[in-house]
């Protein structure tokens, strides 16, 4: 991994992001020899250390061309951000899963602070479920 950017929006690598917001992260990977099955991932982790989220191209099922050495790949991530106001780290990793083998070829732990932020109260915990409450008699 040798560059990252996050986008929100119309805002370009942000200080902080709204709750709710549409993130992308695009990151950019050099390959340093001949990956058959590339794997992207991405995991968020609360400052204290609880680990959030973790998702990537394997357990998503999504099957990556292979790459050789000296390539240069550029891939998308995107999520929304339903996380409570507060502080997060995001890091981002690549992996090669030819074979049924799992080998992780470059981690980026904690690679950037992801800064939530919102001016409504409107949940408690760490995510929004977007819970619906109302009265049936």
């Known amino acids: ?35 058959e099955a590339p794997e992207i991932g991405c995991r968020i982790n609360a400052v204290d250390g609880i680990f959030l989220y973790g998702c990537s191209t ?29 502080d997060y780290f995001v890091s981002l990793g690549v992996g090669n899963i030819a074979g049924g083998n799992h080998n992780i070829l470059n981690t980026r732990s904690d690679l950037f602070h992801l800064v939530v932020v919102s001016d409504r109260h409107t949940f408690d915990g760490l995510t929004n479920l977007n819970m619906r409450l109302k009265a049936l008699s």
Do not use: S
């Open 1 to 35: 991994i040798i560059d990252y950017l996050l986008v929100a929006g119309d805002q370009i690598d942000p200080h902080q992001v709204a709750h709710g917001a549409k993130l992308e992260i695009l990151v950019k990977v050099r390959f340093d020899e001949d990956v």
């Open 58 to 86: 394997r357990l998503l099922d999504q099957m990556l061309d292979p790459a050789n050495a000296g390539d240069l790949r550029t891939y998308l991530i995107e999520f929304d951000c339903p996380l409570r106001p507060g």
